[in-house]
């Protein structure tokens, strides 16, 4: 275990106690921000090594936006009305590459007025599509390689830094990756690299490690040795390895990383059944994975109304991210976009503030064990939905030894020491929360039946969690909250989020105010708003 995870577990309980009754209150609900303040881009230029907003111009934005030179105006206009002091610009997506020119112009524009300035690849339609989803490629494929390899040694001759968008994966069976599968043989040009084991996650991880060493970043530092290069993980944690996404190896491998922390409306019709604490499990996750790698948050306005928009931006923000990133320019310009800005814009001050709190501060709570290549089972994302629950996780992706309270799911038993490492823990008298597939799984039946071992009936559908009434939650962040001297009342879909000092947040994430109570102290929160409680 890594001394910083061995510093999370080392938990603060009595701080909190203390500040309980001292603490600097501020609380903030969308109804009640006032306009942006006029000095925006000031500000955020002001608190830029604290955290950065950004944005991206994707190829097709270049293009439509970046042009001419009133094009670059507008935008620069609105990067400033909204506090984005970052600028992505793209160079290739879709199958489109930006001409040389309209890159250059708008990397210098941008540059020259102020901003810090990246460049951005997507690797959707390149070479030979995948059999499955028909943006993605058959990175088997040579030619495809190849044609990577020119995209990113292009992008690499015109920015020192390079993120790539989530799409760096494939999940093709045609018969060239089903032959290669079975060989156990990953071939990258003219170099073979063998599989240990024949399923698709094994071949998949293979190739897009040795893919990403060879086409992508041997490719761009050849034609700039100095270029930094990110790899930003999507939001979908609990399939990374079936696609290809190897997060110990590749963020190893790879400069920085960056998160997907997009959550959008619960409810939306197609982007919904996504619960908002996903983005600060996620942020949290991988943070621990990558440590000073990790970089920040990414999230779009698809399939959200200014509530969702700004919730994302929360959890970005308390999940320790250095930096937000507004994807993109072009969606925000339209739909729902004009709307979510206006009111993200208001709530900017406030979350440039959060973020140096948080930065200062470390997270304590109940560990939540999620190891890397961990199949979900019948419980996908089911952190995310024990999170709306008001019970707050420490996520991590190393057996917590040193957890003073922890939350076990089926993804521990990819850990072949799992069960004995857990019996140490109900040993030691550590409240235990285990998934009811989990406990149906255990070979020692007799750890079910110590007192402080306590089993989530999750029935293989996580988002049945969100019906829970508070009076069958309470058992449960009784047990769990019990190491840390703390009481916690209060209904569904609200998150709670401790410091070691003391400090805390609760976020209410219903439409209807609610009332709570920690530690007895009350608090009334607002339909969609949180409180925070600074020592």
């Not at 930006?98 to 210098?108: C, F, G, K, S, V």
């Not at 995948?130 to 058959?138: F, H």
């Not at 920040?296 to 999940?319: C, I, K, M, N, S």
């Amino acid at each position: 275990m890594t001394l910083v995870n061995q510093r999370i577990y080392v938990l603060a309980g009595m701080a909190l106690l203390v500040a309980l009754g001292q603490g600097l209150q501020s609380a903030s609900t969308l109804e009640a921000t006032e306009a942006a303040p006029a000095n925006l881009w000031d500000l955020c230029r002001e608190k830029s090594a604290i955290h950065r907003f950004a944005t991206l111009f994707s190829a097709q934005d270049v293009r439509d936006h970046l042009a001419t030179e009133e094009g670059r105006q507008r935008a620069m206009e609105w990067c400033r009305a909204t506090g984005v002091t970052h600028v992505f610009i793209e160079s290739f997506r879709n199958g489109y590459q930006a001409p040389r020119d309209l890159l250059t112009t708008a990397r210098d524009t941008f540059s020259q007025a102020g901003f810090k300035v990246s460049g951005c690849v997507t690797p959707t339609n390149v070479g030979k599509l995948s059999t499955g989803w028909k943006l993605i490629s058959c990175c088997t494929d040579l030619k495809t390689q190849d044609r990577l390899a020119g995209i990113f040694a292009y992008t690499a001759s015109l920015f020192d830094e390079i993120m790539i968008d989530d799409f760096l994966f494939t999940d093709c069976t045609c018969p060239e990756c089903q032959q290669a599968r079975t060989k156990r043989t990953v071939r990258i040009g003219d170099q073979e690299f063998p599989v240990n084991g024949d399923s698709w996650s094994e071949y998949r991880c293979e190739l897009m490690v040795q893919l990403s060493r060879i086409k992508i970043l041997q490719a761009a530092r050849k034609v700039n040795r100095n270029v930094q290069i990110i790899i930003k993980y999507p939001q979908w944690y609990d399939y990374f390895h079936e696609r290809g996404y190897d997060v110990i190896r590749q963020t190893t491998d790879f400069d920085r990383i960056w998160v997907g922390t997009e959550t959008r409306d619960y409810d939306d019709p197609r982007w919904g059944r996504t619960v908002q604490y996903e983005g600060y499990f996620i942020m949290r996750w991988l943070g621990g994975i990558g440590g000073d790698k990790c970089g920040g948050g990414w999230f779009d306005p698809l399939g959200t109304t200014e509530h969702t928009y700004v919730e994302q931006a929360r959890q970005t923000v308390l999940g320790g991210a250095r930096e937000t990133l507004l994807f993109c320019y072009g969606a925000l310009q339209r739909g729902t976009g004009p709307r979510n800005v206006e009111v993200l814009r208001a709530h900017i001050p406030e979350l440039l503030d959060v973020a140096e709190k948080v930065r200062r501060r470390q997270i304590i709570g109940v560990a939540a064990y999620k190891p890397p290549h961990s199949p979900p089972g019948r419980e996908p994302y089911v952190y995310d939905f024990v999170g709306m629950l008001g019970i707050p996780l420490v996520p991590c992706h190393e057996f917590p030894e040193n957890a003073q309270a922890a939350f076990f799911s089926v993804h521990a038993l990819t850990n072949s020491q799992f069960e004995e490492r857990l019996a140490g823990l109900v040993e030691r008298g550590v409240p235990i929360l285990l998934t009811d597939a989990l406990a149906g799984q255990l070979k020692n039946r007799e750890l079910l039946n110590r007192p402080n071992v306590h089993v989530l009936s999750v029935q293989g559908d996580p988002h049945r969690l969100l019906q829970f009434t508070e009076k069958e939650l309470e058992p449960l962040r009784a047990a769990l909250l019990r190491p840390f001297g703390l009481t916690f009342k209060a209904p569904n879909k609200v998150g709670l989020y401790l410091f070691e000092d003391g400090s805390y947040v609760i976020e209410n994430f219903n439409n209807d105010p609610v009332k709570v109570a920690l530690n007895g102290k009350e608090h009334e929160i607002p339909g969609r708003g949180w409180i925070q409680v600074w020592k």
